[in-house]
């Protein structure tokens, strides 16, 4: 539903455009905003930022995982030679370990959600400021979205988005 609302209204500020275009030419770009992000410096620094968390946090549970294993073949190993009370209470040490072990995976996995987020957002707004930039010098009319404007077909000579990843890049080289 959302979706058809923008295509809808981008259709609505295309038809305006053109329509107070008259005889002047509606110059129109199209940005590829995930090529911009996965191909920028930037974006490449924190793809490489966020690959080290995720090999850390990884490690981390591979560790968690294997002391749980340990725990386990331990038990299995033991059991017929324990009394009834110690095998129960390896086996709620054990039950308690992999709820833990659960907990801090989903956990990770979210801590992990909320910083490709925070990375990401920061990148496009950085591009957003970039773009609009771009097109008031450029004077573009419209610039859109590649793969989320409702775009099904678009001549390639519109696609301004190696443009973009290259002011991008230069805009944060002092940084």
Same mark, same amino acid.
């Given at each position: 539903?959302?979706?058809?609302?923008?295509?809808?209204?981008?259709?609505?500020? +295309?038809?305006?455009?053109?329509?107070?275009?008259?005889?002047?030419?509606? @110059?129109?770009?199209?940005? =590829?905003? *995930?090529?911009?992000?996965?191909?920028? #410096?930037?974006?490449?620094?924190?793809?490489?930022?966020? *690959?080290?968390?995720?090999?850390?946090?990884?490690?981390?549970?591979?560790? @968690?995982?294997?002391?749980?294993?340990?725990?386990?073949?331990? +038990? =299995?190993?033991?059991?017929?030679?324990?009394?009834?009370?110690?095998?129960?209470?390896?086996?709620?040490?054990? *039950?308690?370990?992999?709820? =833990?072990?659960?907990?801090?995976?989903?956990?990770?996995?979210?801590? +992990?959600?909320?910083?490709?987020?925070? +990375?990401?957002?920061?990148?496009?707004?950085?591009?957003?400021?970039?773009? #609009?930039?771009?097109?008031? @010098? *450029?004077?573009?009319?419209?610039?859109?979205?590649?793969?989320?404007?409702?775009?099904?077909?678009?001549?390639?000579?519109?696609?301004?988005?190696?443009?973009?990843?290259?002011?991008?890049?230069?805009?944060? @080289?002092?940084?």
């Amino acid at each position: 539903m959302r979706r058809q609302g923008i295509m809808l209204l981008a259709f609505i500020v +295309l038809g305006s455009l053109i329509a107070t275009a008259s005889a002047a030419e509606l @110059k129109i770009g199209v940005v =590829d905003l *995930q090529k911009a992000m996965e191909l920028s #410096e930037a974006g490449q620094k924190a793809k490489t930022m966020f *690959q080290k968390k995720v090999d850390r946090v990884q490690q981390d549970l591979k560790t @968690k995982q294997d002391e749980l294993a340990l725990l386990k073949e331990d +038990l =299995d190993r033991q059991s017929v030679l324990l009394s009834d009370e110690a095998r129960m209470e390896k086996q709620s040490s054990y *039950q308690l370990g992999l709820k =833990d072990f659960k907990r801090l995976y989903e956990d990770a996995q979210e801590e +992990l959600r909320r910083e490709d987020a925070k +990375l990401s957002e920061k990148i496009l707004k950085d591009l957003q400021a970039v773009i #609009e930039d771009y097109g008031e @010098k *450029q004077n573009y009319d419209l610039i859109m979205e590649k793969t989320q404007s409702g775009l099904l077909h678009r001549n390639s000579s519109l696609d301004i988005t190696s443009a973009i990843i290259l002011l991008y890049d230069d805009s944060k @080289k002092g940084q």
